[in-house]
């Protein structure tokens, strides 16, 4: 079971640094966002994903929606961080 938690944790902070870029695709130069959040439907896609993730955690209880939402924030954070430099 450990083992699952601990992957869970991942997709969550895997999430989260897709969804940072996504927020700033309309920032152009170095800090902009890269070149695949610019189409729509990758936006579309990574919000789905993210709310399929909170949905999901819901499933095992509130306080699984409050890590899920925890991870997704540590990744966003974790992505501004890394293209800040």
Excluded: C, H
């Amino acid at each position: 079971m450990d083992i699952f938690n601990f992957a869970y944790a991942i997709i969550g902070v895997l999430i989260g640094m897709a969804v940072e870029p996504v927020g700033r695709f309309a920032i152009q130069g170095p800090t902009g966002a890269p070149q695949w959040t610019w189409n729509k439907i990758s936006r579309a896609v990574v919000a789905a994903v993210m709310w399929g993730f909170i949905i999901f955690s819901a499933t095992f209880g509130f306080e699984y929606i409050l890590y899920a939402v925890l991870e997704i924030t540590i990744g966003v954070f974790i992505s501004y961080y890394l293209v800040r430099k």
